[in-house]
């Protein structure tokens, strides 16, 4: 006889549900809460047999964090395994979703359920993905202490004080875990990985190269790379490679005698009206005017600098 599973009753849980009516009555008051809110939280220990099953997903978005032990998670027909000190952004579904604890080693997990005037935006923004699997964090104390906080608010009840105020807490617990505080050797890794994509990318300017293909070379998933990669430079992963691009034209354009046409394919560009227009849109200036410029006055104009 199969051992029966459960969504909850685990020794030393904490649970909060909030009714849909107590946001509608607080978000009149203060609309501004309705941008993002909690509708339920909670913390489960060593929790043996978890189990939740929802044929039709969940309308909010699902933050679970493993401090202990480990379990799973399924959408659709993909399963990811979550581990300890991992955590998980779920995106609001009308997919078939699917979570529970190992059999062997229960995971302890805090969660929140969390949802908003236009999540699809929030989750786009934050390049929060269906697929993306769980992700490794460095043990949070931070996000657990503001979980507790938020916690303690809603315990002691829904009014607008303590609404307010949980509410305020859970974007700064939502910022604990998109961006992190790294160790110094994490910090140290992440330059790393960084480095060898721009110098593959200055080995390869006459490729065409995609996020995909860049996230896979320092096997990274395409979203967390890009986020990865805008944070270390200020800029996304493809606009850096146009950049580098450019910047060697410049360099061929002041340097060497080759035709406009050539400069367009050494850098990847076949079509030379599109490398013109592209080179204007960035330079504010044709490659013709530019060489022109740059071997009148050498003081005129500087190379793109990334």
């Not at 649970?15 to 939280?41: D, R």
């Not at 309308?59 to 493993?66: A, E, G, S």
């Not at 490659?287 to 793109?304: A, I, Q, T, V």
Request: charged share 25%; proline share 4%; aromatic share 12%.
């Amino acid at each position: 006889m199969g051992t029966l599973k459960r969504r909850d009753g685990f020794e030393g849980e904490q649970l909060i549900s909030l009714p849909e009516a107590v946001w509608k009555n607080a978000i009149k008051i203060n609309p501004v809460l309705g941008q993002l809110y909690i509708t339920h939280i909670g913390y489960f220990p060593k929790a043996a047999f978890h189990y939740r099953d929802r044929e039709k997903g969940c309308i909010d978005n699902i933050l679970i964090y493993c401090t202990h032990g480990k379990g799973w998670y399924s959408i659709d027909d993909r399963t990811f395994k979550v581990g300890m000190n991992e955590f998980v952004i779920i995106p609001a579904t009308e997919l078939p979703l699917r979570y529970g604890s190992d059999d062997e080693n229960p995971w302890t997990i805090y969660w929140v359920h969390f949802t908003g005037k236009d999540m699809a935006a929030f989750n786009q923004g934050f390049s929060i993905g269906l697929y993306d699997g769980p992700r490794h964090i460095h043990r949070n104390e931070k996000g657990i202490q503001l979980w507790n906080t938020m916690f303690q608010c809603l315990k002691m009840g829904f009014g607008k004080d303590n609404l307010g105020k949980a509410n305020l807490h859970l974007y700064h617990f939502l910022s604990t875990f998109l961006f992190p505080d790294k160790t110094p050797r994490e910090r140290e890794q992440s330059r790393d990985r960084i480095n060898e994509t721009i110098i593959y990318m200055q080995q390869h300017l006459t490729a065409v190269l995609t996020v995909e293909e860049l996230a896979q070379l320092v096997e990274l998933s395409p979203s967390h790379f890009s986020t990865l990669f805008k944070k270390t430079t200020g800029m996304s992963p493809l606009n850096y490679f146009i950049h580098l691009k450019l910047q060697q034209a410049c360099l061929l354009l002041y340097t060497t005698d080759m035709k406009i046409k050539q400069v367009g394919v050494a850098i990847g560009y076949d079509d030379p009206y599109h490398f013109s227009r592209l080179f204007k849109k960035s330079m504010h200036v044709s490659p013709e005017n530019y060489r022109g410029m740059r071997r009148k006055d050498h003081g005129g104009m500087d190379c793109l600098v990334l």
